[in-house]
């Protein structure tokens, strides 16, 4: 009686084997739409951050150029004479708003 059951039983794991292999497939592109989706969570804003960052330091190592630059034109003049010229110099080489050329106008200053 064993015997007669062998090809019903073959038949049966074949049938679960094959749709096992099917639904691995469909898990493995589960997985894969998981690990996406923490990338773009996760990692893609550290990587935006890092740009700003290495932006800010370029902003902040063009301030101190320019600041050190207008010191050496203007030695006897305070700071606050020659800040709205560093100013519109920073804003000529960056490109950037004049807020933030004013803020890193003052950071390279008070640095110094």
């Known amino acids: 009686?064993?015997?007669?059951?062998?090809?019903?039983?073959?038949?049966?794991?074949?049938?679960?084997?094959?749709?096992?292999?099917?639904?691995?497939?469909?898990?493995?592109?589960?997985?894969?739409?998981?690990?996406?989706?923490?990338?773009?969570?996760?990692?893609?804003?550290?990587?935006?951050?890092?740009?700003?960052?290495?932006?800010?330091?370029?902003?902040?190592?063009?301030?101190?150029?320019?600041t050190d630059e207008l010191r050496l034109k203007y030695p006897d003049r305070p700071w606050a004479v020659y800040l709205d010229e560093a100013v519109d110099k920073i804003i000529e080489i960056c490109g950037i708003n004049p807020e933030i050329a004013r803020r890193a106008a003052v950071a390279a200053l008070s640095r110094k």
Do not use: Q
Request: hydrophobic share 60%; charged share 20%; no cysteine.
């Open 1 to 66: 009686m064993f015997i007669a059951l062998i090809p019903f039983l073959n038949s049966i794991l074949d049938f679960i084997a094959g749709h096992i292999i099917n639904l691995a497939g469909g898990v493995g592109a589960i997985i894969l739409a998981i690990i996406v989706w923490m990338a773009k969570k996760y990692l893609v804003p550290y990587l935006k951050v890092e740009k700003r960052r290495r932006y800010a330091e370029f902003i902040a190592t063009i301030a101190d150029e320019v």
